[in-house]
């Protein structure tokens, strides 16, 4: 072992001549590409004949539901334009909040607006419950 030459600082390096077969490499890489290909046509050949075969048969996709083709669903829909709903129920409200107009008018309910009702309540005061001692 003294004469190993292998762990010695001046040992003449080597690289080895036969790690890897390039003709092989590229061989497996062209059959793969080959492969692939061959596979691509394969497929695309399944997609046009699962195609043609289906375009004879025009079954509806639910036979139920062509008698029913323009019945809406039932309440509550969907809102088709939510920016113009949340307008006309803001305007409601605004209207409701500052003019006059009869709740019952059996009972006699009015509604008055927010601002008159605030300066009226400030006028009366809130009403309050006696305190017992």
């Given at each position: ?66 008698a ?36 019952d ?19 009366r ?9």
């Amino acid at each position: 072992m003294a004469n190993d030459l292998s762990h010695s600082p001046h040992a003449p390096s080597h690289h080895e001549e036969s790690d890897v077969n390039i003709r092989g490499v590229f061989a497996f890489a062209g059959g793969l590409a080959v492969l692939t290909v061959v596979v691509c046509l394969i497929v695309w050949g399944l997609f046009v004949y699962f195609n043609t075969r289906t375009e004879g048969t025009n079954i509806p996709a639910f036979p139920l539901a062509t008698a029913q083709e323009h019945r809406e669903p039932p309440e509550p829909r969907l809102q088709t334009h939510p920016r113009e709903d949340l307008r006309e129920l803001r305007d409601a409200e605004q209207e409701t909040l500052t003019t006059y107009g009869w709740v019952d008018r059996n009972a006699g309910v009015v509604r008055i607006p927010i601002d008159d009702a605030i300066k009226l309540t400030l006028q009366r005061g809130l009403p309050s419950r006696q305190v017992r001692q």
